[in-house]
C-alpha cells in the first residue's frame, strides 16, 4: 500500500467512526466534517494564552471551523480566510474586525466573505500567529490528515517561503474528539503537523513539531500548478 493509499484509509475509517458514533451527520463523509460541537472548540481555544496574544490568524474557509472564525473577529483579529480551492491569484481573503460590513457570523462564511472580503495576495499578508486547520483525522503526536485534495499543505507552504508562518506561528486543529486516533498517521514532506488539538472538551498539546521548508514542487503534478493561479505565478523555471 502507498503512502496515498494508506491516508485514504485512515481517512474511510475515522468518517465511519465519527458518524457511525453520533459526532457528525452523515453528510460528513468525504469531507472535513462539520462535526457538532464546534462552538465549544472555538471556547477552548479562546482559553489559550496563544490565542489571546495573537492578532493575526489564518484559516481554513469550512463549515466546522466557522465558530473559530467567528470568534477570531470578535476578539478583535484579522482573519486570513483561505479562497476555496486558492482558485485565485489572491489566495487569501482578509477579514478585518475594524472594517466589517456585515456581522461576523456572516462575513466569516465562504458567501459572506466572497461578498464583502478584500482578495488579498501573499505579499500583502501580515506575518500569522495562529494557523486554524481543518482536518479529518489527527494524532496526539501532532500528526494530521485533511480530506486529500492537499490545499491546507499548500497554504501553509506558501506562507512559510514568504516568512509570514515561522516558529513563533502556532498551527491548531479544532475537531470532534472520534476524530483523534492513536493510529500512526502517514506523512510526507510536505505535511505539516499541529502544535494542538482543540475538542469541544479539551485541548490537546501535541510534541512533534513538524514543517516543511516550503513549497516541496516535486510532489505537485502539472495539472495542480495550472489550476492554482499563485502556484503558476511562482512555478520554477
Known amino acids: 500500500m502507498d503512502i496515498d493509499q494508506a491516508k485514504q484509509a485512515v481517512r474511510k475509517r475515522v468518517w465511519r467512526r465519527l458518524i457511525d458514533g453520533g459526532g457528525a451527520p452523515a453528510d460528513s463523509y468525504g469531507k472535513i466534517p462539520g462535526f457538532y460541537g464546534t462552538d465549544g472548540t ?47 491569484p489572491q489566495p487569501f481573503y482578509l477579514l478585518d474586525p475594524e472594517s466589517l460590513t456585515l456581522p461576523p457570523e456572516e462575513v466569516a462564511e465562504k458567501k459572506g466573505a466572497a461578498q464583502v472580503a478584500r482578495r488579498v495576495g501573499v505579499e500583502e499578508v501580515e506575518p500569522i500567529d495562529i494557523v486554524v486547520c481543518g482536518s479529518v483525522a489527527v494524532n496526539r503526536s501532532g500528526a494530521r490528515i485533511g480530506k486529500g485534495a492537499g490545499y491546507s499543505d499548500l497554504e501553509v507552504a506558501l506562507l512559510i517561503e514568504a516568512g509570514l508562518v515561522t516558529e513563533k506561528t502556532i498551527i491548531v486543529a479544532p475537531v470532534h474528539g472520534l476524530q483523534v486516533i492513536e493510529d500512526d498517521i502517514p506523512e510526507t514532506e510536505h505535511d505539516f503537523s499541529v502544535d494542538y488539538i482543540v475538542t469541544p472538551d479539551t485541548v490537546i498539546p501535541c510534541p512533534n513539531r513538524r514543517r516543511p521548508r516550503g513549497l516541496v514542487w516535486d510532489d505537485l503534478t502539472s495539472e495542480k500548478i495550472a489550476a492554482i493561479p499563485v502556484l503558476a505565478q511562482r512555478r520554477p523555471t
Open 42 to 88: 472555538a471556547e477552548q481555544l479562546a482559553g489559550l494564552g496563544e490565542w489571546r496574544r495573537a492578532t493575526t490568524v489564518k484559516a481554513n474557509p469550512d463549515w466546522a471551523q466557522l465558530p473559530v472564525r467567528v470568534r477570531a473577529l470578535k476578539d478583535g483579529k484579522r482573519v486570513y480566510m483561505a479562497v476555496p480551492r486558492m482558485a485565485s
